[in-house]
């Protein structure tokens, strides 16, 4: 994820973007594991409810990714990325971010038949 040096607002559209992609990423889950629409939409977004239930349904992810998607919903970083990007510094780092955007695909992608 990059962006300008020292401008954390700068990598704010991928932040928000890598955010969203999880967020799809254990929808996806869900709905191939037969969560029905409804339940899904009543997460709002909120990451560590769905990884939640995703991890009941049998997903398998990491006790440091599981936390990192604590941490985000507790910190409010889907709607700071999306209303708020100039409070982004106070964020988790991007590195970490992308670790689990890039754990989250990995193990939820062979799982999801597309057709």
């Excluded at 999880?22 to 899904?40: K, M, Q, S, W």
């Excluded at 409070?87 to 695909?105: F, I, K, Q, Y």
Aim: aromatic residues 4%; glycine residues 6%; contains cysteine.
């Amino acid at each position: 994820m990059e962006g300008r040096p020292r401008e954390p607002i700068s990598r704010a559209p991928a932040r928000l973007c890598a955010i969203h992609a999880i967020e799809l990423y254990l929808n996806a889950f869900l709905l191939a594991t037969g969560d029905p629409p409804e339940r899904i939409r009543a997460h709002f977004h909120n990451l560590a409810d769905r990884a939640g239930r995703a991890v009941e349904r049998g997903l398998v992810l990491r006790k440091l990714t599981l936390a990192h998607l604590a941490r985000m919903t507790e910190g409010r970083e889907y709607l700071i990325s999306r209303y708020g990007p100039e409070l982004s510094a106070t964020l988790s780092e991007s590195n970490r971010l992308m670790a689990t955007l890039s754990e989250v695909a990995r193990k939820v992608r062979p799982l999801v038949v597309v057709e």
